[in-house]
């Protein structure tokens, strides 16, 4: 049973910069997919970066320029780094292992002055 373990939110100014953390653990196999969602009060569920195993990487264009993603395969841990944040980043930040449609618990990010 895979579980993933979201760690790294919290509360930074607009401009500031946050780096998210998930953490999987259990049976891992490659190649996967994994991936970073955010839902913001009120809202749905977006998606926001995802990465392959092999570190081919998408994103929305929301977020281009600012967020970065990165997988350590020999951790079985996805980062997302946070750069320029706006208040309008605020949500709730979601990993998710895509090939078994496996959600972590979410970890929240507030942006505001």
């Known amino acids: 049973q895979v579980q993933l373990v979201e760690s790294g939110g919290g509360f930074v100014q607009p401009g500031g910069s946050l780096r998210l953390s998930c953490a999987a653990s259990?049976?891992?196999?490659?190649?996967?997919?994994m991936g970073w969602y955010r839902q913001a009060p009120g809202k749905a569920r977006e998606f926001v970066e995802l990465?392959?195993?092999?570190?081919?990487?998408t994103y929305t264009d929301s977020v281009k320029g600012r967020f970065t993603i990165s997988i350590d395969n020999a951790k079985n841990t996805v980062y997302l780094r946070m750069n320029s944040l706006k208040p309008e980043d605020t949500a709730v930040y979601y990993c998710?292992?895509?090939?078994?449609?496996?959600w972590g618990q979410g970890t929240q990010v507030t942006v505001s002055s």
């Open positions: 998710k292992l895509l090939s078994g449609n496996i």
């Open positions: 259990g049976s891992i196999f490659t190649p996967n997919v």
């Open positions: 990465i392959t195993s092999g570190g081919t990487t």
